[in-house]
């Protein structure tokens, strides 16, 4: 997500020389640098010293050390960016030093190719120009949304931030079928993706509700209402909400360090 972030900076026009990027991986360094010209560090407090934004793409589990990291030597009143996943505002300001300005958002992967959607919230210590930079940063890879609430988010990671993986898992189920029904591998492959992107584009720009859609496409007795019948059956509609749930339920337990 970290790359992600780089390449749509670097895609609306921030120079390569204006990024730090910091890892322990030299393979990460090193492939930052060949892609997208950034200056790379193995040190944290190198890479972000005298930085007017600091983007902590890292795991949950070690927010506290990263961030603590950063806080010996740095430029008067950055914005930190936090992307990690189930940390709240307080725990990122308890991990850093006091009055801190950050901004907690939860991307998704889409961004990889300027298409996701960010959800942002930014504590008090947030100026008008720092949420200027972060929408600027975060519009540069899909859509974003402020928060008026941060207890939105642990629900917003379990539909856009997970959202994908759901999504990728339909369209494969789809290959699967097709192949078993008899379909070559790649015949099977290119109608589950053009089918799943067509629909998502449909439902994009339609203006009508995914519910109307549906019932456009569904004729009564047809394959399509044999299919949905199946669906129904297998009471999908209570699958998806109590995976969704767990996800939103997971976010919560990393909140408390679980």
Same mark, same amino acid.
């Given at each position: ?77 950055? /914005? ?66 402020? /928060? ?32 078993? /029904? ?77």
């Amino acid at each position: 997500m970290g790359q992600a972030l780089i390449q749509g900076a670097r895609e609306s026009g921030i120079s390569g020389k204006d990024i730090n990027v910091s890892d322990p991986s030299i393979t990460v360094r090193e492939r930052c640098a060949s892609l997208f010209d950034t200056n790379t560090f193995s040190n944290n407090e190198k890479a972000t010293k005298n930085a007017d934004v600091v983007v902590l793409a890292v795991k949950p589990q070690i927010i506290e050390k990263a961030l603590q990291s950063l806080t010996v030597t740095r430029r008067e009143n950055p /914005l930190y960016i936090s992307i990690a996943a189930g940390v709240t505002l307080e725990q990122l300001n308890r991990c850093g030093e006091k009055d801190i300005a950050i901004i907690r958002c939860m991307p998704n992967t889409p961004a990889i190719i300027r298409s996701g959607i960010t959800a942002l919230i930014a504590n008090q210590n947030v100026n008008k120009s720092q949420r200027l930079d972060a929408e600027n940063l975060l519009s540069a890879v899909g859509k974003i949304v402020w /928060l008026d609430n941060e207890s939105s988010m642990d629900a917003i990671t379990a539909v856009s931030g997970s959202g994908p993986a759901y999504f990728f898992m339909l369209i494969e189920l789809l290959e699967n079928s097709a192949i078993k /029904l008899g379909l070559s591998a790649t015949l099977a492959k290119e109608l589950a993706l053009q089918t799943a992107y067509g629909a998502c584009k449909l439902a994009r720009n339609a203006p009508e509700s995914p519910g109307e859609l549906k019932k456009n496409v569904t004729s009564p007795n047809g394959t399509t209402d044999a299919a949905l019948k199946v669906f129904a059956a297998a009471e999908i509609d209570r699958i998806v909400e109590s995976a969704v749930t767990a996800a939103r339920d997971r976010s919560i337990e990393l909140a408390r360090g679980n």
